[in-house]
C-alpha cells in the first residue's frame, strides 16, 4: 500500500537524545529513523502495522477465491470467509461484489481503510444476523439525551 504522506524523518540518535519527541512523532504516523552504517528502520505503532497488515491479509484470501474456479465468486467468498453464510444468497452476492470493489479502490489508492470498512461493516452486519438481531425493532428517542462531559 502506498504511502499518504511525506514520513517524518529522525536521525538514530534520537531515539536516545530526544526518545519522547521520536515516540510522539511515530505515535500519530510512522517515522524514518536513518542509521549511519545500516539501512533505515521506520517505527510506527502497533495499531498502525496492524491496520497495514488486514488488508494484505485479505488481498492473500482474495487472490486464492480469484483463482478458484469452482462455483460463484458468492460462493468461494464464503468458503474462504465462513461468516459470510450467516447472510442471505443475495446479501452474499452483494457482499463478494462489495468487498472486490473496496479491495480494488484501495489498492488502487493506497487507502487501505476503504477495504477494512467494507469487510469490517459486512463482517458486523453477518454477526447481528447471526445472532437473531437482524429483526429486532430499534427504538429512537424522540428527546435527545445530553450527557455530561467526563
Do not use: Y
Not at 538514530?12 to 510522539?24: E, K, W, Y
Not at 512523532?25 to 497495514?52: I, Q, W, Y
Not at 461484489?97 to 487507502?111: C, I, K, M, W, Y
Amino acid at each position: 500500500m502506498a504511502a499518504s504522506s511525506a514520513m517524518r524523518v529522525f536521525p538514530s540518535s534520537d531515539l536516545s537524545r530526544h526518545a519522547p519527541r521520536v515516540f510522539a512523532a511515530a505515535e500519530e504516523s510512522p517515522v524514518n529513523v536513518t542509521r549511519r552504517n545500516g539501512e533505515g528502520l521506520v517505527l510506527m505503532s502497533k495499531c498502525k502495522a496492524d491496520a497495514r497488515e488486514q488488508p494484505l491479509q485479505f488481498a492473500a484470501q482474495l487472490n486464492a477465491v480469484a483463482t478458484d474456479d469452482r462455483g460463484t465468486l458468492a460462493d468461494r467468498m464464503a468458503n474462504a470467509f465462513p461468516w459470510m453464510l450467516a447472510l442471505n444468497e443475495s446479501d452474499r452476492t452483494q457482499c463478494a461484489r462489495e468487498l472486490v470493489d473496496a479491495a480494488r479502490a484501495s489498492f488502487a489508492t493506497g487507502q487501505a481503510h476503504l477495504v477494512a470498512a467494507e469487510l469490517t461493516s459486512w463482517r458486523e452486519t453477518a454477526t447481528v444476523i447471526a445472532a437473531g438481531l437482524a429483526d429486532t425493532p430499534v427504538e429512537w428517542l424522540d428527546v435527545a439525551i445530553t450527557a455530561e462531559r467526563p
